[in-house]
């Protein structure tokens, strides 16, 4: 596709249930990020993945949390036993990085959590 | 440990006037820092670059300033228009690779 594309765009669960979180990236972005976005709240980093290097999984907030993503495309962020807490918008970005490439990160809208 | 701050109150500016919203750092050597643009309810989009050896850099109405001395970056928006509304988002890599960090943001009214 042309953009990342992330879905579900809402999902509203229960707590103590499992989500699972899909991003899409750009085509030949060897570079995907997940942030977490609290509602008024800035971006804060989850785990970020480059090429077939292993993850670098340091903001991942609780073993709660975990993330994969096959070669260099789709990526899936679970979250288990959801608590309230957990609510916020998920927002997924891409990368085209090469060397020392600083290439900007590419955006999908996010997919909203929202946990009763 | 590594720390982004931008100012956390929103910035209201009448239309036409140039908007400035500051990007300051601590425990940092940024090799380059970026600034994104975020509505509601969207993904932030990505504005500009700039690197540590340029002072500089200017795309159409827009202009950022880098001092890595006082560890510090401008964001200018000059003849701002209602439709700049938006919440403005410094980024810098971190870490020595290339895991990217934001500030909090900051939010910009632009009045007609």
Redesign the interface.
């Known amino acids: 596709g042309a953009g990342?594309s992330q879905s579900p765009s809402n999902k509203v669960t229960e707590k103590g249930k499992d989500v699972e979180l899909r991003c899409d990236p750009i085509s030949g972005h060897t570079?995907l990020?997940w942030?977490r976005q609290r509602l008024g709240?800035?971006?804060e980093?989850l785990i970020?993945f480059?090429g077939n290097s292993a993850p670098?999984k340091?903001g991942l907030p609780s073993d709660r949390f975990s993330a994969e993503r096959t070669g260099e495309s789709v990526s899936t962020l679970t979250i288990q036993r959801t608590q309230q807490e957990d609510s916020a918008v998920y927002?997924c970005?891409s990368?085209r990085?090469q060397g020392s490439n600083?290439g900007?990160?590419?955006?999908?809208?996010?997919s909203r959590l929202t946990v009763l | 440990s590594q720390k982004i701050e931008q100012n956390s109150e929103a910035l209201n500016i009448q239309e036409g006037k140039t908007a400035t919203l500051t990007c300051n750092y601590t425990n940092y050597s940024p090799a380059y820092l970026q600034w994104y643009r975020q509505d509601p309810g969207r993904g932030p989009v990505f504005l500009l670059l700039i690197r540590e050896n340029e002072k500089e850099k200017r795309k159409e109405r827009l202009k950022v300033t880098f001092d890595t001395t006082l560890k510090q970056s401008l964001f200018h928006i000059t003849a701002s228009q209602p439709a700049d509304s938006a919440t403005y988002l410094c980024a810098l890599p971190s870490g020595g690779g290339f895991k990217t960090i934001f500030g909090a943001g900051t939010r910009l009214f632009v009045k007609a």
Do not use: I
């Open positions: 990342v570079a990020y942030y709240q800035g971006l980093f970020y480059q670098d340091s927002l970005a990368s990085r600083t900007e990160l590419f955006f999908g809208e996010g």
